[in-house]
């Protein structure tokens, strides 16, 4: 018997896939623990728009990201930090703080994830940042100043 998942079973599958299940399993345990219904045409067309629907909204997310990241290139942003007179910082700078100047200078929401930082930055001064898409990467300059 098929069946579409309402929630995720382990060993199963996930939310929303179509699973092909003994009559058993299914009238026994998937139904009245209502973690599966009856996959029917009508069911089965609504599984498949939504899944197209997802897939469109991923992909818009995407380019707008690709645009994001184009639009970023070799811009420069200046993060204030408490810093020691040796130039070390009280506080290291990480991806969250470099997303914040982003959002303050240029009112563009990036994703912590679209920023490329191999470690934390630790020190006043300029420091090159990365940033990635899943087509583009750019590179930015962060300025750090001692408040």
């Known amino acids: ?3 579409i998942l309402l929630r995720d079973l382990r060993g199963l599958g996930q ?4 699973k092909e299940v003994s009559d058993g399993y299914a009238v026994n ?3 009245p623990q209502k973690a599966a219904e009856p996959a029917t ?3 089965l067309a609504a599984v498949a728009a939504e899944i197209a629907k997802k897939t469109a909204e991923k992909e818009a997310e995407e380019l707008a990201l690709d645009k994001k990241v184009d639009t970023l290139r070799g811009a420069t942003f200046v993060i204030k930090v408490k810093a ?3 130039g070390g910082l009280f506080k290291k700078v990480i991806d969250n703080d470099v997303v914040k100047a982003i959002r303050a200078e240029k009112s563009l929401e ?3 994830s679209a920023i490329i930082l191999d470690e934390p930055l630790r020190s006043v001064g300029k420091h090159e940042v990365g940033l990635k898409s899943k ?3 750019a590179e930015i300059t962060v300025e750090i ?3």
Request: hydrophobic residues 45%; glycine residues 4%.
């Open 1 to 3: 018997m098929k069946v």
């Open 135 to 137: 087509h583009k990467k």
């Open 145 to 147: 100043v001692a408040e």
């Open 15 to 18: 939310k929303g896939a179509v």
């Open 41 to 43: 045409e009508e069911k």
């Open 84 to 86: 020691a007179p040796s």
């Open 110 to 112: 990036m994703p912590t």
């Open 29 to 31: 345990f998937l139904f």
